[in-house]
Nanobody
């Protein structure tokens, strides 16, 4: 069982930055971020997969080059640094985790979820 707690959301102007945190109560092989805007489906943002040779990060095309994932293994916390934010980035951001290697972008492939944190980008 993995419990996830997100923090760091808020209101920011377009072009600004925010950093989201996701603290995990247990270890997971795959951790990722999804987001869901009103009236839209939950969409993949990025993920970190733990490997013996080092963590692997992957991103959705819509955020590549603007969003960056990192992990502090000592704190069991994953971070999402979001730069050059756009109004279309406005959504509730969810942290997800799984005890297997997840390489798909499907939310249904993750077993554990946080409660979500709101990110609002004003134009």
């Amino acid at each position: 069982q993995v419990r996830l707690v997100e923090s760091g959301g808020g209101l920011v102007q377009a072009g600004g930055s925010l950093r989201l945190s996701c603290e995990a109560s247990g270890r997971a092989v795959s951790m990722g971020w999804f987001r869901q805007a009103p009236g839209k489906e939950r969409e993949f943002v990025g993920r970190i997969i733990r490997r013996w040779s080092g963590d692997i990060t992957q991103y959705a095309d819509s955020v590549k080059g603007r969003f960056f994932l990192s992990k502090d293994n000592a704190k069991n916390t994953m971070y999402l640094q979001m730069n050059s934010l756009k109004p279309e980035d406005t959504a509730v951001y969810y942290c997800a985790a799984d005890n297997s290697i997840v390489t798909s972008n499907l939310a249904s492939d993750y077993d554990y979820w946080g409660q979500g944190t709101q990110v609002t980008v004003s134009s």
